[in-house]
């Protein structure tokens, strides 16, 4: 009883704790406190973490009835994420004749960022940031991106990659962006240890199922079992086989891997929303980034922050795979991994990772001037890149990040308001991510609010307030396509 009224009283972090060890203990315990937040007690905080967790998990709801309500919701829950997508972007398909990612995907060629009536980019660009915040003119495509379903959150895949490994299905929901905008799948993997094989995928995805026929004979066995471990599914919130999952099938191994996300090292552009902020209706939506070159890198998670690839990869399976909280964590089967034997072999592989090949760039990171005329858009681009448009300060070569965060103010341009469920409101630092391969990684910024290059260096304009003239911002565009 103890257990219970500490439940009630402010003090949470010891109760984690006691929470974690003694889960039959407490789900009654949580039980109860959920009957009482329910009549109104935690009103003056707003919601705890802990009310989050589902009706099913707490024996309120059974699984049939949670599945036959979510499937009977989703179609007007996907037609209103669709509707506000129109509103957000042209989705009309432009491939690009010439650019293609590693394996051949077209790039897409944007802006596909709608504009407010009667601007255009330049006249847009020639406001004050308060006159655009004032007369709610900043384009609807620059406004954080919800979930399609904020309220719920959750893993959600593809279509693409649910095709092939439909264990990844939800029924509640399906992913929003279109094919077209997002990175190949499955993309090429470069290990940085054998640059002189290229793209050594074999043009798979790498499973559990393949990866010792595609690997052997290229890693030490070390590196190999940590790519094992990188693809096997471990529970998670929405996958895994307690009657609270998102997922049809009572498969005997639910879950997902690293490498459903980071799919081959790089990303299959999964999305779910970010583990730390509460309210619900805060947290972000955030785009999976790619694992090529987080050998370079040095802070990891778009806000986390946290300093080696040995924590994130520690702490993506207990925290961010759970929403953040280990109550449910421990009800739905977390698996601590062991430090010295596994977190170190899965991050040493990942260390592997390789950007994609830049042929444009020369040792030091730069174009080649033996390949691009002085007066070339790329040559053009590249100046501007280290010059006016001011890129370089935060994103300076060779590796095109400064390893730190940046607090962009966009929230400069926008009031806060709430798009279906998410209070788009400031937004603080957050990372800056690479720019080698950017081209290969779409869509753009931490929740892939921006769905080509153009659109990026379109909002990067605005942001910086650089001015940048037409002719500067698709010889920008030429340069990172180059990176
Ligand atoms: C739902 C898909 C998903 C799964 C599964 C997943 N990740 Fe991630 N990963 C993400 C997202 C999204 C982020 C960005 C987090 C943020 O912005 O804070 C991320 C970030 C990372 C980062 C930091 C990258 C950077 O550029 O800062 C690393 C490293 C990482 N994940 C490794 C792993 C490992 C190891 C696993 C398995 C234990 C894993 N991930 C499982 C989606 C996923
Ligand atoms: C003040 C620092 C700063 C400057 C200057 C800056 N960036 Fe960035 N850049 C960032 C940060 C921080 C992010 C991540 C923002 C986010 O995810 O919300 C980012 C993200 C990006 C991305 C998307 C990366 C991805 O993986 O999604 C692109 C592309 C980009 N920047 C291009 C540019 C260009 C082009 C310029 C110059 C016109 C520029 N940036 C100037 C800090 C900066």
Same mark, same amino acid.
């Given at each position: 009883?103890?257990?219970?009224?500490?439940?009630?009283? $402010?003090?949470?972090?010891?109760?984690?704790?006691?929470?974690?060890?003694?889960?039959?203990?407490?789900?009654?315990?949580?039980?109860?406190?959920?009957?009482?937040?329910?009549?109104?007690?935690?009103?003056?905080?707003?919601?705890?973490?802990?009310?989050?967790?589902? &009706?099913?998990?707490?024996?309120?709801?059974?699984?049939?009835?949670?599945?036959?309500? @979510?499937?009977?919701?989703?179609?007007?829950?996907?037609?209103?994420?669709?509707?506000?997508?129109?509103?957000?972007?042209?989705?009309?398909?432009?491939?690009?004749?010439?650019?293609?990612?590693?394996? +051949?995907?077209?790039?897409?060629?944007?802006?596909?960022?709608?504009?407010? #009536?009667?601007?255009?980019?330049?006249?847009?660009?020639?406001?004050?940031?308060?006159?655009?915040?004032?007369?709610?003119?900043?384009?609807? $495509?620059?406004? &954080?991106?919800?979930?399609?379903?904020?309220?719920?959150?959750?893993?959600?895949?593809?279509?693409?990659?649910?095709?092939?490994?439909?264990?990844?299905?939800?029924?509640?929901?399906?992913?929003?962006?279109?094919?077209?905008?997002?990175?190949?799948?499955?993309?090429?993997?470069?290990?940085?240890?054998?640059?002189?094989?290229?793209?050594?995928?074999?043009?798979?995805?790498?499973?559990?199922?393949?990866?010792?026929?595609?690997?052997? +004979?290229?890693?030490?066995?070390?590196?190999?079992?940590?790519?094992?471990?990188?693809?096997?599914?471990?529970?998670?919130?929405?996958?895994?086989?307690?009657?609270?999952?998102?997922?049809?099938?009572?498969?005997?191994?639910? +879950?997902?891997?690293?490498?459903?996300?980071?799919?081959?090292?790089?990303?299959?552009?999964?999305?779910?929303?970010? +583990?730390?902020?509460?309210?619900?209706?805060?947290?972000?939506?955030?785009?999976?980034?790619?694992?090529?070159?987080?050998?370079?890198?040095?802070?990891?998670?778009?806000?986390?922050?946290?300093? /080696?690839?040995?924590?994130?990869?520690?702490?993506?399976?207990?925290?961010?795979?759970?929403?953040?909280?280990?109550?449910?964590?421990?009800?739905?089967?977390?698996?601590?991994? #062991?430090?010295?034997?596994?977190?170190?072999?899965?991050?040493?592989?990942?260390?592997?990772?390789?950007?994609?090949?830049?042929? $444009?760039?020369?040792?030091?990171?730069?174009?080649?001037?033996?390949?691009?005329?002085?007066?070339?858009?790329?040559?053009?681009?590249?100046?501007?890149?280290?010059?006016?448009?001011?890129?370089?300060?935060?994103?300076?070569?060779?590796?095109?990040?400064?390893?730190?965060?940046?607090?962009?103010?966009? @929230?400069?341009?926008?009031?806060?308001? /709430?798009?279906?469920?998410?209070?788009?409101?400031?937004?603080?630092?957050?990372? /800056?991510?690479?720019?080698?391969?950017?081209?290969?990684?779409?869509?753009?910024?931490?929740?892939?609010?921006?769905?080509?290059?153009?659109?990026?260096?379109?909002?990067?304009?605005?942001?910086? #307030?650089?001015?940048?003239?037409?002719?500067?911002?698709?010889?920008?565009?030429?340069?990172?396509?180059?990176?």
């Amino acid at each position: 009883m103890h257990t219970c009224r500490g439940m009630r009283s $402010g003090s949470r972090r010891p109760l984690l704790i006691v929470a974690v060890v003694l889960m039959s203990v407490v789900v009654p315990c949580l039980t109860a406190r959920y009957s009482i937040a329910q009549e109104g007690e935690a009103q003056d905080a707003g919601p705890s973490s802990y009310d989050q967790l589902a &009706p099913v998990l707490l024996g309120k709801e059974t699984f049939k009835t949670m599945l036959t309500r @979510d499937k009977a919701e989703k179609p007007a829950v996907m037609a209103r994420q669709q509707k506000l997508l129109e509103e957000r972007y042209d989705l009309t398909l432009r491939p690009d004749p010439e650019l293609k990612m590693s394996r +051949g995907k077209p790039v897409q060629v944007g802006p596909a960022v709608k504009l407010p #009536e009667g601007l255009t980019w330049k006249s847009l660009s020639e406001m004050s940031s308060e006159h655009i915040r004032d007369k709610n003119l900043f384009p609807k $495509g620059f406004l &954080p991106l919800p979930h399609p379903k904020h309220a719920a959150g959750g893993m959600l895949f593809p279509q693409m990659e649910i095709k092939q490994l439909p264990r990844l299905a939800r029924f509640d929901l399906d992913f929003d962006l279109p094919e077209a905008f997002l990175p190949e799948f499955p993309p090429a993997i470069y290990l940085t240890t054998r640059p002189d094989l290229g793209d050594v995928s074999q043009g798979k995805a790498v499973t559990v199922d393949n990866f010792q026929e595609i690997f052997r +004979g290229i890693l030490n066995s070390k590196d190999l079992e940590g790519l094992r471990l990188l693809v096997t599914q471990f529970p998670q919130q929405q996958f895994n086989a307690t009657a609270d999952r998102k997922t049809e099938l009572p498969v005997a191994m639910q +879950g997902v891997a690293c490498f459903d996300c980071h799919v081959n090292g790089h990303t299959s552009a999964a999305t779910h929303l970010a +583990g730390d902020i509460r309210p619900q209706s805060h947290r972000r939506r955030i785009d999976t980034p790619s694992l090529r070159g987080v050998n370079i890198q040095r802070l990891f998670g778009s806000q986390r922050a946290l300093k /080696t690839i040995e924590d994130f990869t520690e702490f993506e399976q207990r925290a961010a795979y759970f929403d953040g909280d280990p109550v449910s964590a421990a009800a739905k089967g977390v698996n601590p991994l #062991e430090r010295g034997s596994q977190v170190h072999f899965m991050s040493e592989f990942q260390e592997l990772l390789n950007f994609p090949p830049a042929p $444009g760039l020369s040792w030091d990171g730069k174009l080649d001037p033996k390949k691009f005329a002085p007066e070339s858009p790329e040559m053009q681009g590249q100046a501007l890149f280290f010059g006016k448009a001011r890129c370089a300060e935060c994103h300076p070569g060779p590796y095109y990040t400064d390893n730190s965060m940046h607090d962009l103010m966009v @929230d400069r341009f926008y009031k806060t308001q /709430t798009i279906n469920g998410l209070v788009a409101t400031q937004q603080g630092p957050i990372k /800056t991510f690479t720019l080698r391969g950017i081209k290969e990684s779409p869509p753009y910024l931490h929740d892939g609010r921006l769905l080509t290059l153009e659109d990026t260096v379109e909002f990067f304009n605005l942001i910086l #307030e650089v001015k940048l003239s037409s002719p500067e911002k698709q010889a920008l565009v030429a340069f990172l396509r180059q990176l």
